[in-house]
């Protein structure tokens, strides 16, 4: 069953704009993580976020986490046209069971 | 290059023919994982190991077998393949520790049962 659960499916934005998108989960985690997938490719990790912290950044990647809310949010600023891709939440609420959600599809036009 | 190999990247076999997708890490990670990728379903975990002898059922674990009898491979088999097990496979490893950490994935490999 799926852990997590992205909003919006799809997000069409132009380069140089932000894109957000969400995940909400149902049950306590350990952490939280967002990937990437270029079409028919593998998952590329970006981010890892753990229970105890409420924001992190990564080059343009801000990821934040609301555990009381059971929710995250992945914003990417001055998108590009490479950013073009799907992004997956995974939760882990036990070592090594990862859980994805069905992912947000992300197209940036130039 | 730290990578998880799976291999072959494309299968088309008949139904009941036995069929084994190799995956193998180069990163010493405990955990490795199987999922399989369906249109509209998103990432579905198989089984995963925490280590070497110790694998568990992931959420559709149905028609599949693993083993872990080295810490670097981790094969997938199908027994017998039937068509609803057409997909795209994942092969994934993580190092273990407090708090986790993200995991490498392979490839994947594209499996077309008829």
Same mark, same amino acid.
């Given at each position: 069953?799926?852990?997590?659960?992205?909003?919006?499916?799809?997000?069409?934005?132009?380069?140089?704009?932000?894109? /957000?998108?969400?995940?909400?989960?149902?049950?306590? $985690?350990?952490?939280?993580? !967002?990937?990437?997938?270029?079409?028919?490719?593998?998952? +590329?990790?970006?981010?890892?976020?753990?229970?105890?912290?409420?924001?992190?950044?990564?080059?343009?990647?801000?990821?934040?986490?609301?555990?009381?809310?059971?929710?995250?949010?992945?914003? $990417? %600023?001055?998108?590009?046209?490479?950013?073009?891709?799907?992004? &997956?939440?995974?939760?882990?609420?036990? !070592?090594?069971?990862?859980?994805? @959600?069905?992912?947000?599809?992300?197209? +940036?036009?130039? | 290059?730290?990578?998880? %190999?799976?291999? *072959?990247?494309?299968?088309?076999?008949?139904?009941?023919?036995?069929?084994?997708? /190799?995956?193998?890490?180069?990163?010493?990670?405990?955990?490795?994982? !199987?999922?399989? =990728?369906?249109?509209?379903?998103?990432?579905?975990?198989?089984?995963?190991?925490?280590?070497?002898?110790?694998?568990?059922?992931?959420?559709? *674990?149905? @028609?599949?077998?693993?083993?872990?009898?080295?810490?670097?491979?981790?094969?997938?088999?199908?027994?017998?393949?039937?068509?609803? =097990?057409?997909?795209?496979?994942?092969?994934?490893?993580?190092?273990?520790?407090?708090?986790?950490?993200?995991?490498? &994935? @392979?490839?994947?490999?594209?499996? %077309?049962?008829?």
């Amino acid at each position: 069953s799926q852990q997590g659960e992205e909003d919006p499916q799809a997000l069409s934005i132009q380069e140089g704009e932000n894109a /957000t998108m969400n995940c909400s989960y149902k049950t306590s $985690i350990n952490n939280l993580q !967002w990937y990437r997938q270029n079409s028919g490719r593998g998952l +590329v990790h970006l981010i890892l976020i753990r229970s105890n912290e409420r924001e992190k950044h990564s080059g343009r990647l801000r990821v934040t986490l609301d555990t009381s809310k059971k929710s995250s949010s992945l914003l $990417i %600023t001055a998108s590009r046209a490479a950013d073009t891709a799907s992004y &997956f939440c995974a939760t882990d609420d036990s !070592w090594g069971k990862l859980q994805f @959600g069905a992912g947000t599809q992300v197209v +940036v036009t130039p | 290059e730290a990578q998880v %190999t799976q291999n *072959p990247r494309y299968l088309i076999t008949v139904t009941g023919k036995k069929l084994t997708v /190799t995956c193998s890490q180069n990163m010493n990670h405990e955990y490795m994982s !199987w999922y399989r =990728q369906d249109p509209g379903l998103g990432l579905r975990q198989i089984y995963y190991s925490m280590n070497v002898e110790v694998t568990d059922k992931g959420d559709v *674990p149905e @028609g599949y077998k693993v083993s872990r009898k080295e810490k670097r491979n981790f094969p997938l088999i199908l027994e017998s393949p039937s068509p609803n =097990q057409t997909s795209l496979y994942f092969c994934a490893s993580s190092s273990a520790g407090a708090g986790g950490s993200g995991y490498t &994935f @392979g490839s994947g490999t594209r499996l %077309t049962v008829v």
